[in-house]
């Protein structure tokens, strides 16, 4: 694994079905953060953590819930999926200390 | 509250030819102000960043940026564009509130036709 992983690629999931986006980054990063990317709206902050053990609300946190059990692992999970969060989700981390993020390379999914 | 703009939804060039894409911005305390790129169905990637200093930054893929204080702007800019160029750039700033989160504006399409 080089930099952050996100599974599953693509999914399509029926209304009401709970769903986990998977995020792993191997670089040792302090902070992840959990974007959903919608046209016209740019990228959005759901959930973010800033070290292992905690999490913190973004901009629309509203049906989305997430874990930081520890420094590699983020999954962003929708207990009962709405079509409304059909969307792009993006995962991305920080070191510690520095300004720039690090993004995966997304899901797309599709609520139905 | 922090806040950016970028004012087009879509910036056409020709090959050759300068672009800039525009972000103005919004801070309360001093800014911290990124541009990021996303080419199709990738992750964003980090293009530049002013934090301090030369109110001209010089980026990756021959990208820079001028801050501009007095106007509240950020504006992305190349000398000549490649077709390669075309892709979906974000204008970011840094939200002090807390959290270390960053905010990013909607995004600019470029165009770049040969």
């Known amino acids: 694994i080089a930099g952050i992983t996100q599974a599953p690629t693509s999914q399509i999931l029926a209304a009401g079905r709970r769903m986990t986006l998977r995020c792993t980054q191997d670089m040792r990063h302090n902070a992840m953060y959990w974007y959903r990317q919608d046209l016209g709206l740019g990228l959005r902050l759901i959930h973010y953590?800033?070290?292992?053990?905690?999490?913190g609300k973004g901009e629309v946190p509203d049906g989305y819930s997430v874990s930081r059990a520890n420094t590699d692992d983020f999954p962003l999970t929708l207990a009962s999926a709405v079509p409304s969060q059909t969307s792009v989700y993006f995962c991305?981390?920080?070191?510690?200390?520095?300004?720039?993020?690090?993004f995966g390379p997304g899901t797309r999914l599709t609520v139905l | 509250a922090q806040s950016v703009a970028q004012p087009e939804d879509q910036v056409n060039v020709a090959e050759g030819n300068p672009l800039t894409v525009k972000c103005t911005y919004s801070v309360s305390g001093n800014p911290y102000l990124f541009w990021y790129v996303q080419y199709p169905n990738r992750g964003l990637q980090f293009l530049l960043k002013?934090?301090?200093?030369?109110?001209l930054v010089k980026g990756s893929y021959g990208f820079e940026a001028e801050f501009n204080k007095s106007q509240t702007s950020f504006h992305l800019k190349k000398p000549s564009a490649l077709v390669s160029d075309s892709a979906l750039y974000f204008c970011?700033?840094?939200?002090?509130?807390?959290?270390?989160?960053?905010?990013f504006g909607a995004g600019t399409r470029l165009f770049v036709k040969a």
């Open positions: 002013y934090i301090t200093g030369d109110n």
């Open positions: 970011a700033v840094r939200d002090d509130t807390g959290g270390f989160k960053t905010i």
């Open positions: 953590s800033n070290t292992a053990g905690t999490t």
């Open positions: 991305a981390s920080r070191g510690q200390g520095a300004d720039t993020q690090y």
